[in-house]
Every structure is written in structure tokens, then in C-alpha cells.
């Protein structure tokens, strides 16, 4: 039994080993790559989700900035709460830190428009003359606001670079 031999053995078993776990690697291989494909595409759709709900609080505060009592569709609260959570757990680390930054805009904002709307209700009201329409503070507000849907606008377009950014291969 030479070195022959034993590179016959070695031989054969070489290709028994090949054979069997061969299959086994493809599959696992290629579940993999499902997985990945799957998990990409499901990271498409909440950022699609998210972009559409960020250019509605954009484009709400651009209104109300204007406008501070006008009536508006806004994003449903429990609608909300499901993509913060998707996109908590599915979302890159720079597409997270963007969505926090839009958060604390569009809180800013809100807090805005808490302030401006009862100086904005007094003008109102004074137009149509049920009131006093001595408000100095209703220009200030509007400033204010305008600056604050600046704001929204700025962390809309970072959380819109920073989702292209992520999805880019």
C-alpha cells in the first residue's frame, strides 16, 4: 500500500464528500441569496412608504406655514406607528439617524403651529368681525412657521438622499 493508494482512497473520497455536500452547499447558498433579495425588496417598499408619508408632513407644513388653519389630510397615527416600527427594524443606520431628524422637525414644527393657529383664529375672526384684529404676533407666527416647513423640507430631502444612498448596490 503505497502513496498511490492512498491518493486513490483520498481520490474517492474526495469525490463522495463533493457529491453529497455539493447540493447541500448550492441550497444553502441560494437560500441565502433569496433571503437577501427578499429582504431587499421588502426594505423598497417601507422606504417607498416612508418617502410618501415624509412628503406629505413636507408638503402639509409648506401649506400650513401659509395658511395656518387650513384643513388637511394627515398621516394616520396608527399607519404611522407600523412604518416607524418597519423602519426601525428594517432600515440602514444612516437612513434611521434621517428619519429621527425628520421627527424632531416636523415636533418643531408642530409646536409652531400649536403657537400660531389661536393668533391666526383671532385675524379670522376679525374679518368677519366677530373679534379684535389687533394680533401683531400673527406675522411673527407666520415666520416662524415658514421656517420651521423649511426645516421639514431640509430633513425630507436628507431622509430622501440617504434611502438612495442605501439602496444603491
Avoid at 55 to 71: G, K, Q
Wanted: proline letters at 4%; a neutral charge; aromatic letters at 6%.
Amino acid at each position: 500500500m503505497g502513496a498511490t493508494f492512498w491518493l486513490g482512497i483520498a481520490g474517492i473520497a474526495g469525490t463522495l464528500i463533493g457529491t453529497l455536500l455539493g447540493p447541500v452547499l448550492s441550497e444553502r447558498m441560494r437560500r441565502n441569496s433569496v433571503r437577501t433579495e427578499q429582504f431587499s425588496a421588502q426594505r423598497l417598499v417601507v422606504y417607498a412608504d416612508l418617502l410618501r408619508v415624509a412628503a406629505r408632513f413636507a408638503d402639509n407644513a409648506e401649506t400650513w406655514a401659509a395658511t395656518p388653519l387650513a384643513e388637511l389630510e394627515e398621516n394616520d397615527p396608527e399607519e404611522l406607528d407600523r412604518l416607524f416600527s418597519q423602519v426601525r427594524v428594517i432600515a440602514s443606520p444612516s437612513v434611521c439617524e434621517q428619519v429621527r431628524n425628520l421627527e424632531r422637525a416636523v415636533s418643531a414644527f408642530n409646536h409652531q403651529l400649536a403657537e400660531a393657529q389661536p393668533h391666526h383664529r383671532r385675524l379670522l375672526e376679525a374679518a368677519s368681525g366677530q373679534g379684535s384684529g389687533e394680533d401683531g404676533q400673527a406675522v411673527t407666527q407666520r415666520m416662524n412657521l415658514a421656517t420651521a416647513a423649511d426645516g421639514v423640507r431640509d430633513a425630507y430631502r436628507r431622509l430622501s438622499r440617504a434611502i438612495r444612498q442605501a439602496m444603491q448596490p
